[in-house]
Nanobody
Framework: QLQLVESGGGLVQSGGSVRLSCAAS????????IGWFRQAPGQERELVAA????????YYADSVKGRFIISRDNAKNTVNLQMNSLEPVDTAVYYC??????????????????WGQGTQVTVSS
């Protein structure tokens, strides 16, 4: 079965950077859509960035544009999220998710079929 495993995260000071990685086993990312979600305490899970592998198109939430970069590594079968200029409001559990659908609204959480366990990112003042 498909397994998604996130790595990275931890405690970082305001203005710092963190790089998250999502690795897949049992299935290639090729031809699928990968999203990075986050969920802060007491709030709903929201999409922050996504990548459609088949044509390398990208999505970013307005709140992270210019600060976060999503990228892929075909050889390693990983998707990365580089997070720069972090702020306390970015504190959340970050999840990697994959959809078997090619075309759907980016933020449609129900279209993502597989989820990683999540990794905590905490940004201090």
């Amino acid at each position: 079965q498909l397994q998604l495993v996130e790595s990275g995260g931890g405690l970082v000071q305001s203005g710092g950077s963190v790089r998250l990685s999502c690795a897949a086993s049992g299935r290639s990312f090729i031809s699928y859509t990968i999203g990075w979600f986050r969920q802060a305490p007491g709030q709903e899970r929201e999409l922050v960035a996504a990548l459609r592998w088949r044509d390398d198109t990208l999505y970013y939430a307005d709140s992270v544009k210019g600060r976060f970069i999503i990228s892929r590594d075909n050889a390693k079968n990983t998707v990365n999220l580089q997070m720069n200029s972090l702020e306390p409001v970015d504190t959340a559990v970050y999840y990697c998710a994959m959809s078997g659908s090619y075309y759907f609204p980016w933020t449609d959480t129900g279209s993502y079929d597989y989820w990683g366990q999540g990794t905590q990112v905490t940004v201090s003042s």
